[in-house]
């Protein structure tokens, strides 16, 4: 079945520790996302990429590192810079053609810190 | 930029009558809209989308939205709501290029038997 995973699902972090969110796409989508949702809030985007080797900052980029040296990989850090780094995190894909059908989601990781 | 508002955080319905969850947006030129629902702890599945056409869109389980230019809405409705479908349901909006969706805050749909 083609999808988005996402792994792991839970992850506790440390204070002053790096954490990577893996986040995995057989769709052949070009662009992948991620975003964090926190109560109340909706979901606020932390970076994007539409190729290979590139990607933007969202709207919460600090704290966070990605890269995307594969189509179908996205991963995300969360770097000690983070300072509230509790939250839930979602990845996204999709195509580039107009009129596409929005995003394919995964599951999510619940990230804690303790 | 983009923007979307969901001015209501909890709707209550009754088993068997209809909904609505409100949505209202901000972009610059035509929209692209989308509706998503999330079940706890899981990610958003998509619901229905709107990019041109006809102003009543119909979607999955049920599901349709009504576009109004005019008042810039994009609200949700069911004729009739069962319990399963309580849920998080989020609105959507991006502009015509390839900008990332804008997410609302999102509302929490309550039905109860």
């Known amino acids: 079945d083609g999808g988005i995973t996402q792994s792991p699902k839970y992850l506790f972090r440390k204070e002053g520790q790096n954490v990577t969110l893996s986040c995995e796409q057989n769709?052949?989508?070009?662009?992948m996302y991620w975003y964090r949702q926190d109560p109340g809030q909706g979901l606020r985007l932390i970076y994007y990429?539409?190729?290979?080797?590139?990607?933007q900052k969202g709207d919460i980029a600090e704290g966070y590192s990605v890269s995307r040296e594969k189509k179908e990989s996205f991963p995300l850090t969360v770097t000690s810079a983070q300072k509230n780094p509790t939250a839930f995190y979602l990845c996204?894909?999709?195509?580039?053609?107009?009129?596409?059908?929005?995003?394919?989601f995964g599951s999510g990781t619940r990230l804690t810190v303790v | 930029a983009q923007s979307v508002a969901q001015p209501e955080d909890q709707v209550n319905v009754a088993e068997g009558n209809p909904l609505t969850v409100k949505c209202t947006y901000s972009?610059?030129?035509?929209?692209?809209l989308f509706w998503y629902v999330q079940y706890p702890n899981r990610g958003l599945q998509f619901l229905l989308k709107?990019?041109?056409?006809?102003?009543l869109v119909k979607g999955s389980y049920g599901f349709e939205a009504e576009f109004n230019k005019s008042q810039t809405s994009f609200h949700l409705k069911k004729p009739s709501a069962l319990v399963s479908d309580s849920a998080l349901y989020f609105c959507?909006?991006?502009?015509?290029?390839?900008?990332?969706?804008?997410f609302g805050k999102g509302t929490r749909l309550s039905v109860i038997a």
């Open positions: 959507a909006v991006r502009d015509a290029g390839n900008t990332p969706l804008v």
């Open positions: 996204a894909s999709s195509t580039l053609t107009p009129g596409g059908y929005g995003y394919t």
């Open positions: 972009v610059s030129g035509n929209p692209y």
């Open positions: 769709l052949n989508h070009d662009a």
């Open positions: 990429s539409q190729i290979v080797n590139d990607f």
């Open positions: 709107y990019i041109t056409g006809d102003n």
